[in-house]
């Protein structure tokens, strides 16, 4: 992965699919079984499969953010980056408020090289969440890309303020 952010990282990032009590028993036990599957896939680097089970969530609860955002996490897990895209737009026109899936999508754009796309989503996610520190990495680096040098150098000291030995963050500043 460009960057640096490794996909270790990522685990952070998986949402919790919340229960609806409008869904109904048979939906709960369904999600709650899908749920515990995708999970098992995954932890086991069966990501296609854990995917499957995620669009099946998607399928019985189609307003379920954080389905889609797995769904989108795991895409971009495996590098297929423009295929994460449509799962976590979709995460984030349900909740505008969940930051993981607008972080990962600026993180997409990035990877694909679309850095004006990228600075948008990483401003969006540092809006959600000020304290998200690879957000905001992300975000100036998506900057310099575009040449925006003084705003990129103002969130990099800030960043290198917050966390002085961030080899990231150095590495960034030059």
Known sequence: MKGGRGIAALAGLA???????SWGQD?????????????????????????QKYEAIVRLTPRNPAAFSNVGRLYYQMGRFQEALAPLRQATEIDPKLEPPRAL?????????????????????VALSPHDGNAKLFLARSMLELNEVRAALRLLEELQQQAPH???????LG
Do not use: C, W
Not at 15 to 21: C, G, I, K, R
Not at 166 to 172: F, I, K, P, T
């Open 105 to 125: 999508l600026g993180f997409s754009y990035y990877q694909m090289g679309d850095f004006e796309a990228a600075r948008r989503e990483f401003k969006a996610a």
């Open 15 to 21: 949402l919790v699919v919340v229960l609806n009590p």
């Open 27 to 51: 939906v709960h036990e369904e999600v709650q079984r899908l749920d515990t599957e995708a999970r098992a896939e995954e932890k086991q680097g069966h990501l296609d499969a854990a995917i």
């Open 166 to 172: 961030n080899a990231e963050v150095l590495y960034s």
